[in-house]
């Protein structure tokens, strides 16, 4: 029978309907629905890391409560953002926050608020600035200039770049809105944050720096409050495992106001469709209190220990190196480079990511950067999964070794 003969035939079975009751005074616990099995999705180990395309982190159970929680009644949603905006500000020595709809949109608020202030005409006009006498340039460091910024320009402010902190002053001009940082390439550009604080500073322009990925450490949290940014931003679904879609945008009192007044629950301004709901937004700040009061130490050693685990279990095979690197500012956890000796063993850094992502369980790995390697985090795994990982990747090892 064919699938929609079978489709037919129930469909015009008279019973159908009476055998309804007959099932629920039995009361059989019904089986417990598998959303993954019945959407046909595939699941994995995650050992790549904090990837929005991975699905960045899982939840926590006492986030998972918070939102069940808060799902159960109606709260105005601006008071929502008043009491979790405290609370995450005082937890992180800024005067003011929000919960965005993920680090991108705390850029996009941020900078429109910074440009409009709270006046709703100007609010309205947003990303429409030429001739609105609003001040429309942002300026940025050309190595901080990796896409991340068309969050920023998301407001119609275009982009000034610089490359010292000569170039920077001498691009300050009536029209400058403000100066935009990227931590993450930090390293890369030539200008530091001191040195970009400074300048911001002695021309009274707003400053914003994008943490996105940046914890741990989690003295990240503050540690740019502290040192001077108007405004930070930084996702709450990475590391934090707080709610995939949501964010941050900490800082100055008056800053955060302004970014609230261009989005969601007010309309008629760019960020209406950044719309966070409760659930996420308690969630978020239950997250952020969770893994402030991680013991991080203890994390990270056990990152370590499931390194070593790992690295113990394939390091001997033939022609195989590897490798403990630590990226410096984000996603910075430990993390092991597998790199082989291509004469000794039959595998491109694709194929052998397929391998591991067709096998049973697929296991996601970072299987893009270096030829003839791949990468591994342990951050986003779950308990025990290092054994699978280890497993896994020195069986294809061996099995592809030409000897
Ligand atoms: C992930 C990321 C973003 C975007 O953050 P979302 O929370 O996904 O919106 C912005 N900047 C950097 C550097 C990032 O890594």
């Not at 309804?20 to 995650?46: D, H, M, Q, W, Y």
């Not at 920023?152 to 001498?170: F, S």
């Not at 009536?174 to 890369?188: G, I, K, Y």
């Not at 033939?318 to 990226?327: F, L």
């Amino acid at each position: 029978m064919k699938r929609r003969d079978i489709l037919k035939t129930i469909s015009m079975l008279p019973l159908a309907g009476s055998l309804a009751p007959i099932s629920s005074v039995f009361a059989a616990p019904k089986p417990k629905r598998n959303v993954f099995t019945e959407l046909g999705l595939r699941t994995f180990i995650n050992a790549a890391g904090n990837y929005t395309a991975m699905s960045a982190s899982l939840m926590p159970p006492e986030v998972m409560e918070a939102i069940n929680q808060s799902a159960t009644e109606y709260v105005m949603l601006e008071e929502v953002q008043d009491k979790v905006g405290a609370k995450i500000a005082a937890m992180c020595h800024a005067e003011a926050a929000m919960v965005t709809a993920g680090c991108w949109s705390a850029i996009v608020l941020g900078t429109a608020g910074v440009i409009t202030g709270k006046d709703p005409d100007k609010i309205k006009k947003l990303p429409n600035l030429s001739g609105s006498g609003m001040k429309s340039e942002v300026i940025i460091q050309k190595a901080h200039m990796v896409g991340y910024e068309h969050s920023v320009t998301n407001t119609g402010a275009t982009i000034i770049a610089v490359e010292t902190a000569a170039e920077a002053e001498n691009a300050i001009t009536e029209n400058t809105a403000m100066m935009w940082f990227l931590n993450r390439e930090a390293p890369s550009g030539k200008i530091t944050h001191e040195a970009w604080l400074q300048i911001a500073r002695k021309h009274n322009i707003p400053t914003m720096i994008d943490l996105a990925a940046d914890v741990p450490p989690v003295e990240n949290l503050w540690k740019y409050n502290d040192m001077g940014f108007d405004l930070v931003a930084i996702s709450g679904g990475k590391a934090m495992c707080g709610p995939q879609s949501t964010g941050i945008l900490m800082g100055k009192k008056e800053l955060i106001a302004a970014a609230r007044l261009n989005g969601p629950p007010n309309g008629g301004n760019i960020g209406r469709g950044m719309k966070v709901n409760k659930e996420e937004i308690i969630g978020m700040y239950v997250a952020m209190d969770a893994y402030i009061k991680r013991d991080h130490q203890k994390e990270w050693k056990m990152w370590e220990d499931k390194i070593a685990y790992i690295d113990n279990s394939i390091k001997k095979i033939p022609g195989v190196t590897t490798e403990i690197v630590i990226p410096p500012v984000a996603n910075h956890n430990p993390s092991l480079m597998i790199a082989w000796d291509s004469q000794k063993i039959r595998l491109t850094k694709e194929s052998l990511g397929e391998k591991l992502r067709k096998g049973t369980p697929s296991i996601e790995t970072i299987s893009w950067e270096k030829d003839n390697s791949i990468r591994i985090t342990v951050f986003m795994l779950k308990p025990g999964q290092e054994k699978i990982v280890a497993s896994r990747i020195k069986e294809e090892l061996l099995k592809n070794s030409a000897s």
